[in-house]
Structures are given as structure tokens and as C-alpha cells.
């Protein structure tokens, strides 16, 4: 056997054949030309890939061991672990989604060396799924408060921030193959998942949870791999000028979708689930995104005629305000989540004001407001106070709220002889453009008009064990914590902006 | 929008911190004094322009242990520029189409 990596992946190459007992042709028909030679930067081969995979297992495994054995938990920013219980799944149903997408991926492509990378890359999805499936273990089992936890599974499926995910990664196993990969690894996981699972575990750190840390940066480590399948990708699809427009048009559609999805839950996730926050999200979406991405991937393949997406700018400016107007979306409804919230105070708008100039304008007031609503012997809350419910965009799930509420870009229009709300200009021109795919989504307040809030608790299931106490609550301490009687007091009836 | 027009030609990579990262980062101090490199308390990034190489045989020998590429890889969470994975060396390109990929 070789000992040269190099001369052992060519010779393994010479091993390849064509089928003779099975129709070979990709079961998923692509518009796309794809060449049947191409490369894999990293030259993976099985073997290698074992033993690497384990190893890092095994120090990430090391790693929860240790966090158990020093309780390391009972010291981790309340505030993090609480956001975690909607983010992480939301996580989860990412790396399955992929491992499906692999497998179309996998038939669609002919070049052995991508095949081979493609074939890692599904195993590495499966083993993502499994090393947050323990991280959530340890979670469920050691923190101080588990509700929520056994409820996030389900309940992505269900609520309004869960199906943002359920929308975004759907993705990377629907429509065309190759599209899939434009998605999943040549815009997510490169352009996305540096700030995701990067340098979100330096905030991670700062809230103490070293778990985590591990956990995300151990699984970046496949990404990059998975980066490389794109570029591999990409530039065998470059070799075929007929696939340029093609290329472009996916490019911007889902740079567009993952920016409103992936900026609005991570920056959320980054900046209100902690206390100490490291850096200000749209800095780190300067550098990993613009800089990294953009500049020097993207820009850089001018010379192919890839053209850098045409709502970059647009893109850039709502950076600086989806992710606080999410914050404040999902605390109006708190009764509906499987987490606690909580409510920012004069530190955070500090912090906020001092990162964000003008935040303390937009969004000071509601939050001050949102405290004094935070005791139930109040009787209630601040979904009674907003003129209603905000429609959810048809396609990436977001309220149509956005960037912020007073400069919102919502728009509501006919097609297909049906009214659909979108988020943003960038939105409605994927509905326009794709109907099929998004034109059909049930949005979550249609399937609960005319409910009392106390019966949709209960629908989803939002309860803890004592059958009368809510999961969510509007803040990380409460002296008493609101039950689904103070709810149904409330007499607050789901209504359907899209309805009528 | 535009992007930083500095960082066009460079190219980047991120280790997770670690005895086998503080071994690779004293190997890119000796041999790449021209890299910029930031620690960011989990990972270190460090950023070249024109390209980055790593020879595991000089790093190991800092280390005090072998380390491969396999075992360079785990402690890799995140590169951006054109990454060629070969016989004891990684490295990192600033073109878009490295060598490997000419033919």
C-alpha cells in the first residue's frame, strides 16, 4: 500500500466502475450540467476518515464527561441555556435535513472524488445529529430548569421560531440536487456557519458553558470539509457555461433566505442569551460574511461570471436590527415558547445602545414595558397591548416586522389568487419566483384562528408535570410562575392577520 | 456593498485553542512571521496574505508528538481561501484555482 497520501487517493480512484445491475442515472432530474470530472480538496479517504471522526469524538465526549464531573453547568448565564432550548434543535433539524440531502446529492453527483467527499460529509451529519443529541442530553438531565428541553423536538414543528428552521433547511433535500448544494454548502455552511459555530462559542465561553464550545467548534471542523465539497462543486459546474444563470439565480435566492433566517436566530441567540457578550453580531457578519465570504470567496469568482448577490447592501443594513426586532417578537409571545425569556435591562441597553446607536429609541421602551407586565398578579400581557398578531412571512417564516417594526418592509399581495404576506423585497421575489415551493405553507396563526391562547398552550403541549404551570415565562426568576389559569383569565383570542 | 479590498488575496484559517494549536501557531510565528494572528480565547485565527502552508513534520516536532494531517484536521474548525490537503502538509491558497484544480 502507498504510504503517500496523495498516490493512495489516485490509485483508489483507478477502483471505480460503472453499474451494470442498476440504473445509475440520478434518481432527482437537475437543469445543471455537471461534468463528470471534478476534485475534493481534501482528498478524503475512508480510512483517514475514521480514524479522524473518532478522535474527535472522543475529546468532545471528554469534554461533557468533565463539564458532569466539575458541575460545570451550575455555573453557565441562565440566559443562554434557556435561548439554547429553541436554537439547538433548531440546530438538529439542520444535520438531518443535510444527511437527506447528501443522499441526493450523492446520486446526482458523477465525479468519484466528490461522491467520496459527498459520502463523508452525510456520515459527519449523522454524527453532528448525535454529538447535540448529547449536549441536549446533558442539558435535559443537569439544568436547573429541564421543561422545555423534552418539549423542543416537537415542538420546532409547532412554534413560530422553530418553523423559521423547518423553512430554511428544508432546503438542502428539496428541488434540485445541485441547487441543494448551492445551499447547503456553498452559502450555509460557508458563508453562515462560521458565526454559528466559530465565534458564537466565544460567547459561549463567556456564559461558561464549555460544553458547548466543544461541541459547536468539533463539529465546524466537518464544515470546513464540506466547504470544500462546495468549491469542488462549484468549480466543476463553471466548467459548462449553461449553468451560470442558473448558478447565480440559486446563489441569490439562498443567500437571501439564510441571511434572513440565520442572522435574525443566531444574532438572537448571541447577544439575548447572554450577559457578556464578546462582540456585536453584525461585526461578526462583517468579517466571516462580507470579508471572508463575499470578498474573498465570491468576489473572486467574478472571473467565472459568479456575480456576488445583489442584496448584500440590503442585507448588511437589516443586519443591524432583524435579530433585536426577533427578540422582541418572541418575547411578546413568551406563553407560547418551550423557554423562559427575559427581560433586557440597563445594562443590556447600555451594551445595545453603545453596539447598535439608536437602539435605546427603537426598543428601551418596549422592554421596560415588558418588565412591569412580568408578574401575573398583574393579569397581563404584552400581546394585549400590540394592535395584533404579526403576519409570518410565506417564505422565510420570519414576522413581517422586520428589519424593525417602524421601518418594517412588510408587504401583503395576490397571487395565484391567494393573499400572502412577506417579510421583505427579497422575499417576495422568491414566492414570485418559486410558487410551488413556498405558495402552500399553512402559517401557524391561520391553524389557530378563533382559539383562546390557553387552548393553544395546551395543543402544544407547553405545560410542566404539575399540569397547570406554563414551561414559558417571561423572566429567569419569578417569584410566582404564571399557570395556564392566570392565562385563560386573560380571555385573549388568536386572530389571523391573513384572515378574511 | 462593497468588501474590504485589504483582505482580497488573503487567506485564512481557524484552530481551536489547544496544545496541538499552540504548536501550529509557534510553527506559523517561526516560519510565516508575516501572518496575522488572533486569539480569540476558543480558537486562534490566523490570516496570510497570498497563502498559509503548514508542515506537520515541523510541527510535530514543537508538539513533541506526531501530529498528521488527520490530526492537524480536528483541531481545524474553519479556513477561508483554497485549502489543498497533501503528503504531510496543508496548505492554504489565495487563488481561486489552485494547481490541483487546473486540469
Same mark, same amino acid.
Given at each position: 500500500m502507498p504510504s503517500s497520501l496523495v498516490q493512495l487517493h489516485e490509485k483508489t480512484k483507478s477502483y471505480d466502475w460503472d453499474y451494470t445491475f442498476a440504473d445509475q442515472s440520478p434518481k432527482y432530474e437537475t437543469k445543471y450540467k455537471m461534468p463528470k470530472k471534478g476534485k475534493d480538496p481534501f482528498r478524503v479517504l475512508?480510512?483517514?476518515?475514521?480514524?479522524?471522526?473518532?478522535?474527535?469524538?472522543?475529546?468532545?465526549?471528554?469534554?461533557?464527561?468533565?463539564?458532569?464531573?466539575?458541575? #460545570?453547568? +451550575?455555573?453557565?448565564?441562565?440566559?443562554?441555556?434557556?435561548?439554547?432550548?429553541?436554537?439547538?434543535?433548531?440546530?438538529?433539524?439542520?444535520?438531518?435535513?443535510?444527511?437527506?440531502?447528501?443522499?441526493?446529492?450523492?446520486?446526482?453527483?458523477?465525479?468519484? #472524488?466528490?461522491?467520496?467527499?459527498?459520502?463523508?460529509?452525510?456520515?459527519?451529519?449523522?454524527?453532528?445529529?448525535?454529538?447535540?443529541?448529547?449536549?441536549?442530553?446533558?442539558?435535559?438531565?443537569?439544568?436547573?430548569?429541564p421543561y422545555g428541553w423534552d418539549r423542543s423536538q416537537p415542538a420546532i414543528y409547532?412554534?413560530?421560531?422553530?418553523?423559521?428552521?423547518?423553512?430554511?433547511?428544508?432546503?438542502?433535500?428539496?428541488?434540485?440536487?445541485?441547487?441543494?448544494?448551492i445551499a447547503l454548502n456553498v452559502v450555509l455552511e460557508t458563508a453562515f456557519t462560521n458565526i454559528l459555530l466559530v465565534a458564537s462559542p466565544q460567547a459561549a465561553m463567556m456564559a461558561g458553558d464549555n460544553?458547548?464550545?466543544?461541541?459547536?467548534?468539533?463539529?465546524? +471542523?466537518?464544515?470546513?470539509?464540506?466547504?470544500?465539497?462546495?468549491?469542488?462543486?462549484?468549480?466543476?459546474?463553471?466548467?459548462?457555461?449553461?449553468?451560470?444563470?442558473?448558478?447565480?439565480?440559486?446563489?441569490?435566492?439562498?443567500?437571501?433566505? +439564510?441571511?434572513?433566517t440565520l442572522d435574525a436566530l443566531v444574532g438572537w441567540q448571541s447577544e439575548y442569551g447572554t450577559k457578556n457578550r464578546p462582540w456585536s453580531y453584525k461585526s461578526q457578519w462583517e468579517e466571516w460574511v462580507v470579508d471572508d465570504f463575499v470578498g474573498n470567496y465570491i468576489d473572486r469568482l467574478s472571473e467565472f461570471g459568479v456575480q456576488a448577490p445583489s442584496r448584500l447592501g440590503v442585507a448588511a443594513d437589516d443586519v443591524t436590527w432583524a435579530h433585536h426586532t426577533l427578540g422582541q417578537v418572541l418575547s411578546a409571545v413568551w406563553p407560547l415558547n418551550f423557554w423562559r425569556?427575559?427581560?433586557?435591562?440597563?445594562?443590556?441597553?447600555?451594551?445595545? #445602545?453603545?453596539?447598535?446607536?439608536?437602539?435605546?429609541?427603537?426598543?428601551?421602551?418596549?422592554?421596560?414595558g415588558y418588565k412591569a407586565l412580568a408578574d401575573p398578579a398583574g393579569g397581563h400581557i404584552m400581546l394585549q397591548e400590540l394592535p395584533g398578531l404579526p403576519p409570518i412571512c410565506q417564505v422565510c417564516q420570519l414576522p413581517c416586522t422586520m428589519p424593525r417594526l417602524d421601518i418594517n418592509e412588510a408587504r401583503i399581495f395576490e397571487l395565484n389568487g391567494r393573499n400572502y404576506a412577506c417579510c421583505s423585497e427579497g422575499c417576495e421575489w422568491i414566492l414570485r419566483t418559486w410558487p410551488e415551493?413556498?405558495?402552500?405553507?399553512?402559517?401557524?396563526?391561520?391553524k389557530y384562528h378563533g382559539w383562546d391562547?390557553?387552548?393553544?398552550?395546551?395543543?402544544?403541549?407547553?405545560?410542566?408535570?404539575?399540569?397547570?404551570?406554563?414551561?414559558?415565562?417571561?423572566?429567569?426568576?419569578?417569584?410566582?410562575?404564571?399557570?395556564?389559569?392566570?392565562?385563560?383569565?386573560?380571555?385573549? #383570542?388568536?386572530?389571523?392577520?391573513?384572515?378574511? | 456593498m462593497s468588501t474590504t479590498n485589504t483582505k482580497v488575496g488573503r487567506v485564512g484559517i481557524s484552530l481551536i485553542t489547544g496544545s496541538d494549536t499552540e504548536a501550529a501557531v509557534e510553527h506559523v510565528q517561526e516560519t510565516q512571521p508575516d501572518a496575522t494572528i488572533?486569539? /480569540? *480565547?476558543?480558537?486562534?485565527?490566523?490570516?496570510?496574505?497570498?497563502?498559509?502552508?503548514?508542515?506537520?513534520?515541523?510541527?510535530?516536532?514543537?508538539?513533541? /508528538? *506526531?501530529?498528521?494531517?488527520d490530526i492537524f484536521l480536528v483541531n481545524m474548525s474553519t479556513y477561508y481561501g483554497r485549502i489543498v490537503v497533501g503528503d504531510g502538509r496543508i496548505d492554504l491558497h489565495s487563488e481561486i484555482k489552485p494547481e490541483r484544480f487546473q486540469d
Open positions: 475512508i480510512r483517514d476518515y475514521v480514524k479522524m471522526e473518532a478522535e474527535k469524538d472522543d475529546r468532545t465526549h471528554s469534554i461533557i464527561d468533565g463539564a458532569i464531573r466539575a458541575n #460545570e453547568i +451550575s455555573g453557565i448565564e441562565p440566559r443562554f441555556v434557556e435561548c439554547l432550548k429553541l436554537t439547538l434543535p433548531d440546530l438538529t433539524n439542520a444535520e438531518f435535513q443535510a444527511v437527506a440531502g447528501c443522499g441526493m446529492i450523492i446520486s446526482a453527483v458523477q465525479s468519484q #472524488e466528490l461522491r467520496q467527499g459527498y459520502a463523508a460529509q452525510m456520515l459527519d451529519e449523522v454524527r453532528h445529529t448525535q454529538l447535540e443529541m448529547s449536549l441536549r442530553n446533558y442539558y435535559v438531565k443537569h439544568w436547573q430548569d409547532k412554534h413560530p421560531g422553530g418553523l423559521v428552521s423547518i423553512g430554511e433547511f428544508q432546503h438542502f433535500n428539496t428541488g434540485d440536487p445541485l441547487d441543494c448544494i460544553a458547548f464550545v466543544s461541541t459547536m467548534l468539533s463539529i465546524q +471542523s466537518d464544515e470546513a470539509r464540506h466547504m470544500a465539497n462546495g468549491y469542488g462543486s462549484l468549480m466543476q459546474l463553471l466548467a459548462e457555461e449553461d449553468n451560470l444563470p442558473h448558478l447565480n439565480q440559486s446563489l441569490e435566492r439562498h443567500f437571501w433566505h +439564510s441571511h434572513k425569556s427575559d427581560a433586557m435591562v440597563a445594562p443590556d441597553f447600555e451594551w445595545f #445602545e453603545n453596539h447598535y446607536p439608536g437602539w435605546s429609541a427603537a426598543y428601551q421602551g418596549y422592554w421596560e415551493a413556498y405558495g402552500h405553507r399553512r402559517q401557524v396563526w391561520e391562547l390557553a387552548d393553544m398552550i395546551l395543543d402544544l403541549g407547553l405545560l410542566r408535570r404539575d399540569g397547570r404551570t406554563l414551561i414559558g415565562q417571561p423572566l429567569i426568576e419569578m417569584e410566582r410562575m404564571w399557570t395556564i389559569d392566570d392565562i385563560r383569565a386573560l380571555g385573549y #383570542e388568536i386572530k389571523d392577520p391573513m384572515h378574511g | 488572533s486569539f /480569540r *480565547d476558543v480558537f486562534y485565527k490566523i490570516e496570510c496574505d497570498g497563502g498559509l502552508s503548514f508542515d506537520m513534520a515541523a510541527i510535530s516536532e514543537i508538539a513533541g /508528538r *506526531d501530529i498528521d494531517t
